[in-house]
């Protein structure tokens, strides 16, 4: 049980760690984030953009073929 609300505990502070990264700021890549999120490796990244872009938080757009930039909803920020 415990190992299931680290995990739990984990998600959160890594989705409120993107979402913060992206307040104020243009759309960004995974990339990019992962520059401005050092303590994260690009599959936390990933993991959370995802996370957030099925609940809505975020919204991603295809910028070229297998390459897409994240930002906030609006009606969310």
């Known amino acids: 049980m415990s190992v299931i609300c ?3 505990t984990a998600s959160l502070s890594t989705d ?5 990264a992206l307040r104020g700021m243009q759309p960004q890549t995974i990339e ?5 999120l050092p303590g994260m490796t690009w599959s ?9 872009n099925r ?3 975020v919204m991603l757009q295809p910028v070229r ?4 930039q ?3 909803n609006p009606a969310v920020a």
């Open 44 to 52: 936390q990244v990933f993991l959370a953009v995802d996370r957030l």
């Open 16 to 20: 409120e760690l993107l979402l913060e």
């Open 70 to 72: 994240i930002s906030l």
């Open 32 to 36: 990019s984030l992962c520059a401005l």
């Open 55 to 57: 609940a809505g938080m």
């Open 6 to 8: 680290n995990n739990v």
């Open 65 to 68: 073929r297998g390459e897409y």
